[in-house]
Nanobody, 124 residues
Framework: QVQLVESGGGLVQAGGSLRLSCAASGRTFSWYSMGWFRQAPGKEREFVGRIDRSGGSTYYAESVKGRFTISRDNAKNMVWLQMNSLKSEDTAVYYC?????????????????WGQGTQVTVSS
């Protein structure tokens, strides 16, 4: 069992930056690939990006590539989502998730544990 708690969301102007944090507790954090998803009002939850167990490999959705960066520190049981050049369409609830078994987890069903989400609102 892994517990995930996101923080760092808020209101930011378009073009600004935010850094989301996800704190993990429970089983060995380094066993899990970590992902970020988001869900805008009236839309389905969508994949944002993921990072592998060691932190050596990342993969991003096209919509955020070049603007968002995922990193992790296994010693601190933390994963971060650095968001730059934010746009109004980035407004959503952001979730971190942990995958125990999928080699390249990109869909929701690849993930076993989820946080409660943190709201990001980008004003234009």
């Amino acid at each position: 069992q892994v517990q995930l708690v996101e923080s760092g969301g808020g209101l930011v102007q378009a073009g600004g930056s935010l850094r989301l944090s996800c704190a993990a507790s429970g089983r060995t954090f380094s066993w899990y690939s970590m992902g970020w998803f988001r869900q805008a009002p009236g839309k389905e939850r969508e994949f944002v990006g993921r990072i592998d167990r060691s932190g050596g490999s990342t993969y991003y959705a096209e919509s955020v590539k070049g603007r968002f960066t995922i990193s992790r520190d296994n010693a601190k049981n933390m994963v971060w989502l650095q968001m730059n050049s934010l746009k109004s369409e980035d407004t959503a609830v952001y979730y971190c998730a942990a995958s125990a078994s999928a080699l390249y987890p990109v869909v929701m069903t690849d993930y076993d544990y989820w946080g409660q989400g943190t709201q990001v609102t980008v004003s234009s």
